[in-house]
């Protein structure tokens, strides 16, 4: 069974284009969390998305920002007009439907460095 | 609002040592849950041990421990016997479960543990 995967690994962009973060939950797990964590700082929460639906974009900047879980394919997290600001690793979270404690699955991270 | 606490400088500590990694919570919440993460070096976030706050008893997964205090809204990690492989950042981590029970995950700032061969 697959963890949850996502990629880029690694995405360099200059100041001003367009960033897009792919994530595949794992198998069976229907809820995604996109979580930022800056340098020597810990995960901040961005979005929680299930099929279809934003539930909660509470951490979301208000610009330049998006995320979306189509019926089909991955979970996407755009930052256009990229700034050097939005350098960090970019998390993305799974998790089943219902479970105990509903433990989030990370995935490796996207580490985005804007020139 | 819910917030982690972690203040810890960097942690050091011999191998084969226990070692105790502190976290304090705020939450109005009575139904939540405490989480730890490992972050080695290669970035990968590992979860490690999940608290209840309804649950009678520590938690305990092979060689970490929680050190639940409900009333002190603390929940310690203890590592025994620890290892190299031990080295990493480690987070805590906490849902409240009012806003349903997928809910999203509130971190601290992490602590830097080194463990010294």
């Known amino acids: 069974n697959a963890g949850v995967m996502q990629n880029p690994r690694h995405l360099v962009r200059r100041r001003g284009q367009e960033a897009r973060l792919r994530c595949s939950p794992m198998?069976?797990?229907?809820?995604v969390y996109w979580y930022r964590q800056l340098p020597e700082e810990g995960l901040k929460f961005m979005v929680y998305?299930?099929?279809?639906?934003?539930?909660?974009e509470s951490g979301m900047p208000k610009e330049r920002f998006s995320a979306e879980f189509p019926k089909e394919g991955p979970s996407i997290l755009r930052i256009q007009q990229v700034v050097r600001g939005d350098s960090a690793a970019y998390f993305c979270?799974?998790?089943?439907?219902?479970?105990?404690?509903?433990?989030?699955?990370f995935g490796p991270g996207t580490r985005l460095t804007v020139l | 609002a819910q917030k982690i606490t972690q203040t810890q400088p960097g942690m050091f500590v011999q191998e084969k040592e226990a070692v105790t990694l502190d976290c304090t919570y705020d939450?109005?919440?009575?139904?939540?849950?405490l989480f730890w993460y490992k972050q080695p070096s290669s970035g990968e976030m590992i979860f490690l041990i999940y608290?209840?706050?309804?649950?009678?008893q520590n938690a305990t997964e092979g060689r970490y421990s929680l050190n639940f205090q409900k009333a002190r809204k603390s929940a310690n990690l203890v590592i025994s016997a620890s290892q190299l492989g031990d080295s990493a950042m480690y987070f805590c981590?906490?849902?409240?479960?009012?806003?349903?029970?997928?809910?999203?995950?509130?971190f601290g700032k992490g602590i830097t543990l080194s463990v010294r061969p």
């Open positions: 608290q209840g706050s309804y649950d009678q």
């Open positions: 979270a799974s998790s089943p439907p219902s479970s105990y404690h509903n433990e989030q699955f």
């Open positions: 198998k069976g797990h229907s809820h």
């Open positions: 939450t109005s919440d009575p139904s939540y849950g």
């Open positions: 981590a906490m849902r409240d479960f009012a806003t349903g029970a997928n809910s999203k995950l509130t």
């Open positions: 998305l299930q099929k279809e639906n934003i539930i909660d």
